[in-house]
């Protein structure tokens, strides 16, 4: 096995006995972030990263050596970063998000910026200013990798790094690591601050990671966490220790499975996995239990999430003018110069749910549409703390099957749609601890489970997901490392 497809700790053990050197790590990660052939990559950093190799000096830090990407909208002082997005073209930072910031100081190096779908609104990859993201498990570029997150999540399965960042709002972090194999974590509203990341929905949105260890994402969420007095959403309690939670002891431990969200799905390879997975977990001394979540309020969650994201987007992108950031394009008045870098910097998705928020906030409907989308908010919520008082985490499908191909058509108001492929957005309704991971193949394409839990339970994540792990086989997972695991 290469060095780079080792787990972070591995890494680390590796430098600190000589076995390799942060010059060797970086230059296998730029080598192999120059065969992409995915289009995830906005920029690949690499005069940037040997001059931030020259600085590390002797750092200590968790992360010393170790090259990572990081999504495009995500502040990096003096680099320019444009979320995908025509009308910020040319924009570049006078200053580090938090997570760039404390990613340098734990001595990671940045080696590129990844694409995504445009100011990272969108599921698909597929909406970018640089055209379609593909997914790395099929060469024909034919199926998705998921988004917005989606150049990260298409790097690391292409093992160009051992880590990413990402940003979720609805599922961005969680669904494309599903359709990529990979890790996806999105911890509690205000674990991570948002500092620094291009705001989307704030009610909704999380910062995110991508690894392809269980072991790695723990680790990770250790640097990450903590209080930022540039965020004031960012939580005050104390970071923990998330790997000491790494015990494999799940004895006594409950899974609830939703069945409105299995009943949903039409893929029987996806339902019989989790069934074997649920089957393991008992073997190990782990309670399942089967619940209903209501099928009314499940069908209601896109619309929901449609409703208040657009609207939380177009009062959070309301600077975007063309003449604050971007590209300007001249007009007699004001309204005239923004109509002008707006048509020629938006997208048509990005038009169209700017139209819908503008028309969910006027006076006249906010009531019977962003007031109305709140209340159903609230009680979608509430239903999701009544079923994790009856276990430790809900075990659900982390997508309703494989990656799709771009042109799959479907029924938008079908149950698999409306249910199964939305309903990872029950983890930013409530702004819940959330992570997927592999669970089995299906004709040489990844599956994905994930787990959602109380607030601040990240630990307890950590530990229910590294038993998953354990009994998939499926860790460091990459197209260059395929394995079709143990179930």
Known sequence: ?????????????????????????????????????????????????????EGLGKNSGPLYGIPYLTKDNFSVKGIETVASSNILKGYRPLYDATVTRKLKEAGAILIGQTTMDELAMGGTGMSGHLGYTYNPYDPSHKRMVGGSSSGSAAAMAEAVVPFATGSDTGDSVRRPASLAGLVGVKPTWG??????????????????????????????LGVLAGHDPHDMTSSHRPIEDYAAYLDGNIKGKTFVRILDIEESLSDKRLLEAL???????????????????????????????IVISCAEATSNDANLDGIKFGPYYEGKTYDEAMRKARTAGFGELIKRRFVIGSFALMKENQDVLFLRAQRNRAKVVARLNELL???????????????????????????????????????????????????????????????????????????????????????????????????
């Open 275 to 305: 069934d074997r997975l649920s089957e393991e977990l008992i073997k190990r001394g782990a309670v399942i239990k089967k619940e209903r979540f209501g099928k009314d309020l499940l069908e209601s969650l896109y619309a929901t999430y």
């Open 389 to 487: 008082a009856l276990g430790d985490a809900l075990l659900i499908p982390a997508a309703s099957g494989v990656a799709p191909e771009f042109e799959a058509g479907g029924d938008k108001l079908s149950d698999e749609y409306l249910i199964a492929d939305n309903h990872l957005v029950l983890g930013n309704f409530g702004g819940l601890p959330s992570i997927s991971l592999p669970l089995a193949f299906e004709n040489g394409l990844p599956l994905g489970v994930s787990l959602t839990l109380a607030p601040f339970k990240e630990g307890e994540m950590f530990r229910l997901a590294s038993v998953i792990e354990d009994i998939t086989g499926l860790r460091g997972l990459s197209v260059l490392n395929r394995k079709e695991g143990n179930l």
């Open 1 to 53: 096995m290469d060095i780079l497809d080792l787990s972070i700790r591995e890494m680390r053990q590796a430098l600190e006995e000589g076995r390799t050197t942060p010059k060797e790590l970086l230059e296998k990660a730029l080598e192999r972030a120059k065969k992409d052939d995915c289009n995830a990559f906005e920029s690949i950093l690499e005069k940037e990263a040997y001059e931030a190799l």
């Open 191 to 220: 674990r991570i601050s948002r500092y620094g990341l291009f705001p989307f929905a704030p009610s909704l949105d999380h910062v995110g990671y991508f690894t392809r260890y269980v072991e790695d994402a723990a680790l990770l």
